[in-house]
């Protein structure tokens, strides 16, 4: 399956506020992308383009192509497109009525799956995937806020696996957890790369050096420098990419 993001000349507002002026950038599959940069350069709002929940918001706009393999996600169902990309939130937000077990099943439901052994295979493989399982098997049926934060951001991650997504997003999945809960969120976006696209909002540039193969970095809504993490962190092309890793700003 064809899993590459092609981005051209994307253009998000709010209301007035033109918030990202003209983004290029090709992100491929089976790799982690991380996205940096000032709070307010839109580094967001870039990720909300790429599953089209930006114009969920009223008064917004965007323009420009993204496109997922050769298909234009603007010419899609925005409710497909949410399917096969789907995202993680900064802070974790479990169903909170809902059991571990029917936080997973829930999207599964919502897509027309019915078949309770399907429906269990699917929660177990995708508890399994957010290496969640081991901890959570004897009790799926306690409630999701039970857990701790660390495991409710992997109950997050499971129920967005759950629905079989091509590409995970990520705006700061991490931001809000301890440093062993942050650790196993990085661990895991190593393993899920082999079969997803994964883009990572991350205000964290050791975490951006520890788990991206590419790093974007953003300043005032434009993509200033885009490369190999490694090469971005040793040997930044532009003035301002330098000054913001070693922390002149931002
Ligand atoms: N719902 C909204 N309505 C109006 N303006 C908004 C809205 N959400 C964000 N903005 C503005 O858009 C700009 C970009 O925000 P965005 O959240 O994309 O930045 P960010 O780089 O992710 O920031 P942070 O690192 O602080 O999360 C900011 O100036 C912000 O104030």
Request: aromatic share 6%.
């Amino acid at each position: 399956m064809e899993r590459q993001i092609t981005v051209r000349d994307l253009q998000a507002w709010y209301g007035a506020l033109h918030i990202l002026k003209g983004i290029s950038m090709d992100i491929a599959a089976n790799e982690a992308t991380a996205i940096i940069g000032p709070s307010g350069c839109g580094k967001s709002t870039f990720i909300r383009c790429l599953n089209r929940m930006h114009e969920s918001i009223g008064g917004t706009k965007v323009t420009g192509d993204v496109k997922l393999g050769d298909q234009d996600i603007y010419s899609l169902d925005p409710v497909d497109v949410r399917r096969t990309i789907g995202m993680v939130f900064q802070k974790p937000n479990p169903f909170p009525t809902m059991s571990i077990f029917e936080n997973v099943a829930a999207g599964l439901k919502i897509n027309g799956i019915r078949n309770k052994s399907e429906i269990q295979e699917r929660v177990e493989k995708s508890l399994r995937m957010a290496a969640l399982w081991e901890e959570v098997k004897d009790r799926l049926h306690a409630s999701g806020m039970s857990l701790s934060g660390g495991q409710q951001q992997r109950l997050c991650i499971a129920r967005a696996l759950a629905i079989e997504p091509q590409v995970l997003l990520m705006d700061e999945p991490a931001s809000a957890l301890d440093p062993i809960s942050t650790l196993r969120i990085e661990e895991l976006v190593d393993q899920l790369k082999s079969d997803y696209t994964i883009v990572i909002v991350t205000h964290n540039m050791q975490q951006a050096a520890r788990i991206a193969d590419k790093t974007a970095f953003f300043l005032n809504g434009e993509l200033i420098e885009y490369g190999k993490t490694t090469d971005l962190f040793t040997s930044p092309q532009d003035k301002r990419t330098e000054d913001y890793i070693t922390g002149r700003f931002g």
